[in-house]
């Protein structure tokens, strides 16, 4: 069974239809016991990173998801919900930077680029040995986001260019993440959906 955090944040009824089809149970839930208990959590992501933390830790979904990577569970971020995995972030701050859940130690900045947001479609160079891009290694992949981290975390990096050189995806055991969004990015994005599903 695949779970859906349901955190405030997130097309959840798209994400829901996407990972439908590999085939598992999906779940969408804020419920401690099923997210912790589910064979992959998925924690999707629209908006700021503040309001998304916010929402996050009102279910209780930082402590979810540090005690899946603690016990070798399977998470994903999508969009934001790839962006609160890191320590921290500067969207709409006006001093201290936002705490985010920490999983990995780099902080997520506004990306250097003559328009904002990147917006579309594009490809990724991917760093490392891959499961998630299995078949997919050099198909183009749907973003929206005007933050992202640039500072390499994980043992699988891949990059996208877009002003500046900013990270697309993170392969780091268990736990997983895309800047993208898999589940609006056609055919592509579903084999990546069902690439991780598989690693399970």
């Known amino acids: 069974m695949i779970a859906i955090l349901d955190y405030g944040s997130g097309n959840l009824r798209s994400a829901a239809r996407a990972f ?37 830790i009102a279910v209780g979904g930082d402590e979810i998801v540090r005690e899946r990577k603690s016990s070798g569970n399977a998470t994903l971020g999508i969009c934001v919900g790839m962006q609160i995995l890191f320590r921290d972030g500067d ?33 990724v160079e991917i760093d490392g040995a891959t499961k998630l891009f299995k078949g997919v ?10 933050y992202g981290a640039k500072k390499a975390v994980g043992h699988t990096q891949a990059w996208v260019e877009y002003g500046e050189k900013v990270l697309a995806a993170v392969e780091d055991g268990a736990t997983c993440a895309t800047q993208f969004h898999p589940e609006k990015s056609g055919s592509a994005g579903l084999q990546l959906i069902k690439n991780w599903v598989g690693s399970l």
């Open 20 to 56: 439908a089809t590999s085939g598992e149970e999906i779940v969408v839930t804020s419920d401690r016991k099923v997210a912790l208990g589910a064979k992959g959590l998925v924690v999707p992501g629209v908006g700021a990173f503040a309001a998304c933390m916010k929402g996050l």
């Open 137 to 146: 290694e050099n198909e183009s992949f749907y973003f929206v986001h005007s």
């Open 91 to 123: 969207e709409h701050s006006t001093g201290a930077l936002h705490t985010g859940v920490d999983i990995w130690h780099e902080s997520i900045s506004k990306i250097s680029a003559p328009i904002l947001p990147h917006m579309g479609w594009n490809t």
